[in-house]
């Protein structure tokens, strides 16, 4: 049963959200990133993404939307894209040295700026928080 006079979770969620990525774009644009182009580091670097269209499913983005952030991750040393030897049509993907320290640096500074929000709550109700996010961010859902 819905919990009567609660904003919707999409109202109170996505201000955060923007508020959020309007703090994380200067973090990126500092180490010469977009937002897509952390979002494709990510998922190279926490996974066995390999192809382009695995990329592109695993971040719900159209194929071809992404294939600029990858000519310009790749033009930046930032990932490979390689002819897979058993279909010379599917471009195999990975993520360099370079684009995972990136990816990392980025990261650590944007979780940084998150540290200081979320110390706004109590740390009973941050971890809780943390733990809600992360379950609900996995959850399937239609």
């Known amino acids: 049963m819905a919990e009567q006079g609660r904003p ?3 109202a109170m969620l996505g201000g955060l959200m923007r508020r959020l990525m309007n703090a994380e774009t200067p973090v990126l644009a500092e180490h ?3 937002m897509w182009g952390y979002v494709v580091l990510s998922a190279l670097d926490d996974g066995p993404v390999r192809t382009q269209a695995a990329l592109a499913k695993a971040i719900g983005a159209d194929k071809t939307r992404i294939i600029g952030t990858l000519d310009t991750l790749q033009g930046d040393g930032l990932i490979t894209r ?3 030897p058993k279909d010379r049509r599917v471009r195999l993907l990975g993520i360099t040295g370079a684009g ?3 990816r ?3 990261q650590a500074r944007i979780q940084e700026q998150e540290e200081r929000l979320l110390e706004q ?3 009973a109700d941050r971890k809780a928080f943390l ?3 992360l379950a609900l961010s996995e959850a399937r859902w239609p």
């Open 8 to 10: 919707d979770l999409a």
């Open 32 to 34: 010469g990133l977009t």
């Open 82 to 84: 390689e002819p897979d």
């Open 100 to 102: 995972s320290a990136a």
């Open 104 to 106: 990392r640096s980025a």
């Open 121 to 123: 709550l109590p740390a």
């Open 131 to 133: 733990r809600a996010a």
